[in-house]
C-alpha cells in the first residue's frame, strides 16, 4: 500500500490563524516605530491625540499620513490634501486585483472585506510570497489575521506616539528629536531604495518635477508633479532598461 508523502500532506495545509500572527510580526515590529513617530508628529503639528490616532484607524496609508498631516496644518484645503494622498498611494488599486489572480480559493464577502483593507505594502508581499511559495497554503483566515495584526500595531504605535508627545517626552530631547526624524528618514530611505539603474530615469524626473513644483506654485502641486514626472518617465523609459534585472536574474 502507498504511503502518502509527508511533504506532499504538509504543502497541502491551510496556513492557521497562529501561523498568521508569527508571520505578522516582522511587520509589527517595523509598523511600531514608524506610527510612533507619525503619533508623535500629527502632535508637534497642533492635532490632538484622538485627532492623531484617527487618521490611522481611518486613513491607515503610511507615509502619507505624514503628508497629509503636515499639509493641513500648513493651511491647505482638505480637498488638496485629500487629493495629494490619492495620488501618492494610487498604486494599492493594483494591489487586490494582483492577489485575486494568483488566489484559487473562493473568497468569503466578509474576511475579504477585513483583508483588503489592510492590504498595505507589507501585506501584499508577504501574501504574495506566500502564494508564490505554496499556493495551497494561503487562506483567508491567514490573511486576515497578518493584516489585523498589522492595523492595529500601526494603530497602537500611533496611539503611544501621540499620547507620549504630549509633553512627556520633553524629558528626553534626545530621543524626541531621534522620532521626530523619523519622517524624512523614512522618505531618504525610500529614495536610497528606488536609486537604481533601471530606475534613474523615473528618480530624475520625479526629482526634477518636485523641485519645479515647490519652486514655481507650492508643496502640494511639488508631490504632485513629482509623482506624474516618475509615471511619465517610467512610460516613455526604454524597455530593455527595464528587463536589466529580471534578464540577469535569469541568466545566473
Known amino acids: 500500500m502507498p504511503v502518502p508523502d509527508a511533504s506532499t500532506s504538509s504543502s497541502s495545509k491551510k496556513s492557521s490563524f497562529t501561523e498568521g500572527i508569527m508571520d505578522s510580526l516582522p511587520i509589527v ?3 511600531i516605530p514608524v506610527a510612533f513617530a507619525f503619533g508623535l508628529s500629527a502632535v508637534k503639528l497642533g492635532f490632538n491625540p484622538i485627532e492623531a490616532i484617527f487618521f490611522s484607524c481611518i486613513i491607515y496609508a503610511g507615509a502619507s499620513q505624514f503628508v497629509i498631516t503636515a499639509l493641513l496644518s500648513a493651511g491647505m ?19 487586490g486585483p494582483s492577489l485575486r489572480h494568483r488566489i484559487k480559493d473562493k473568497l468569503t464577502g466578509k474576511k475579504t472585506l477585513i483583508w483588503a483593507f489592510g492590504l498595505t505594502d507589507e501585506v501584499f508581499a508577504a501574501a504574495t510570497a506566500k502564494l508564490i511559495k505554496n499556493q495551497r497554503s494561503w487562506s483567508e483566515n491567514w490573511m486576515v489575521t497578518i493584516a489585523s495584526c498589522s492595523w492595529l500595531a500601526w494603530v497602537f504605535g500611533t496611539a503611544a506616539g501621540a499620547f507620549l508627545g504630549n509633553g512627556y517626552l520633553e524629558s528626553y530631547p534626545a530621543i524626541e528629536a531621534a522620532m521626530t526624524f523619523m519622517l524624512p528618514a523614512l522618505f531618504l530611505s525610500f529614495l536610497l531604495a528606488s536609486c537604481r539603474k533601471q530606475n534613474s530615469y523615473c528618480v530624475a524626473a520625479a526629482l526634477i518635477g518636485a523641485l519645479l513644483g ?23 523609459q526604454p524597455r530593455n532598461s527595464c528587463n536589466d534585472t529580471y534578464e540577469q536574474k535569469e541568466t545566473q
Open 77 to 95: 484645503s482638505l480637498w488638496i490634501s485629500a487629493l495629494t494622498v490619492l495620488a501618492m498611494d494610487i498604486r494599492h488599486i493594483l494591489y
Open 29 to 31: 515590529i517595523g509598523y
Open 214 to 236: 515647490i519652486t514655481l506654485f507650492s508643496i502640494p502641486v511639488a508631490i504632485l508633479a513629482g509623482i506624474v514626472g516618475g509615471c511619465i518617465a517610467a512610460l516613455l
